[in-house]
């Protein structure tokens, strides 16, 4: 065991707890105390509650972001052939614009608007008078000069408190234009988080998009890949080793993708999905009106990567392609496990903490456990108690006026399009061999006990546990990089990469390896000292104290 190891064992996860809750006001630290666990998994994968998805108090200084980031960044931003026009202040546009790393390759004459930034740049009169007007000549506009095959409207705040109608605009448009145009009520404020937004546009994309187009991509074993949205090129070594091995990615949602393919998306065998926490909405639906079923899959290190492989040559049955998939992961292999074992001796007993959007806090650990580092501490910005404890708590968890604020569709099967996958004597052999669908057991069950989950992280407790436990690297965004580093503590961008990757599959795993093994031999940040830091100049006390 290593030094920094064993210093996190030491930790009494319980004491660093009540440090992190002691500074708060006694409201404050009862709600904060619900979001933060200690880990203890019981039989059966049972673990404690963890209260998530609820409002933060204001003032906290959350990692979080909004619901039109969720909605217009996460879920749409990826495609490359929809106009998607933030009807709202220029802001909102503008930072929104670029800044996820989601990587598109657009064939010889394609179309990737992803370059562009469209807003309607309201101003003040349009906040007193109304924006619709100017909303209709904006969609107009970007029709003209672009011809795109679909245009997207995304609601920013003040859209819905002036009570602009951006589904009226929508149908408008869509009849005078001959084109898709669909609007998305995503306003910054709909949702506690992001999270909301996946879900309005998860509605939106399966009600406006989904089962348009009858012709999918052809193959033998058709997919769709739920929730990949492409970061430093995920999604493209994704597709390297899918090919490989013979199967067919009719739709990715939505790395690299484009309109046809949310379009055609009705028509593959399988879904599998990547990030749950974003995507879950649109695969729940998609089984319900055409008989997709779905499974839960982690391509986020080189041994999870041939597990979900194997699980979906399961999925089909087929003796060759679950050949080629053991003879695909024999030839990836090597390559990984050469790396693995120059970067051992560095990563070996090595402490990580991750602190991360709605899946990958989790999806990481799996990285980090190939090289035999440990996470002492995890938690998600935005995700759900599913994410953290399981599907399995799906009925136990309580609606709140929050979520009760977004749209439940209503979806049934649809009469001609619906398509049984699978067969009975299919269906005996997924008994007989166990092979589970819509199966995420979520991420402190996977975790070991006496790990600190926590929910909805903030600056000061993000301070706190890097003081007591003093972490290798530290996991997060660019929000909290400087923080930490000025901390003497190295953090490893996971949403952005760094500029790096990409991470995912056998490829990604090498890259990550090479770059944690960089990052946690570094002494860099623990020789960079503040001047406060050797010379403190001011004390502060809290108002309350
Ligand atoms: Fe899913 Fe994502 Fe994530 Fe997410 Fe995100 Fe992201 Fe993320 Mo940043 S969709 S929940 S809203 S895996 S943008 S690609 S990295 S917070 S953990």
Redesign the pocket.
Known sequence: MSNKEELALKVDPEKAKQDMLAKYPPKVARKRSKQIVVNEVAEEGLVPEVSSNVRTIPGIITMR?CTY??CK???LGPTRDIVNITHGPIGCGFYSWLT?R?QTATPEGGENFMTYCFSTDMQESDIVFGGEKKLRAAVKEAYEIFHPKAIAIFSTCPVGLIGDDVHAVARDMKEELGINVFGFSCEGYKGVS??AG?HIANNQVFKHVVGQKDEGKKGKYVINML?E?N?GGDAFEIDRFMEKCGITINATFSGNSTYDQFASAHTADLNCI??H???NYVAEMMEVKYGIPWIKVNFIGAKSSAKSLRKIAQYFGDKALMERVEEVIKEEMPAVEQVLEEVLPVTRGKTAMLF??????H?YQDLFAEMEMKTISAG????HRDDYEGRKVLPSIKVDADSRNIEELVVEADPVKYRKRYSEADEKRFAETGFKFKDYEGMMPEMSNKTLIIDDLNQYEADRLIELYKPDVFCA?IKEKYSVQKMGIPLKQ???YDYGGPYAGFKGAVNFYRDISRMVQTKIWSKVKAPWQKKPELAATYAWE
Request: aromatic letters at 8%.
């Open positions: 972001g980031a969720g960044g996460v879920i996820r989601n992001q999270s996946h929730g949205y970061i990547m990030c926490r974003s995507i991360v959007g709605g899946s990958r806090a999806h998600y910005e935005f995700a965004g996971l949403h952005s």
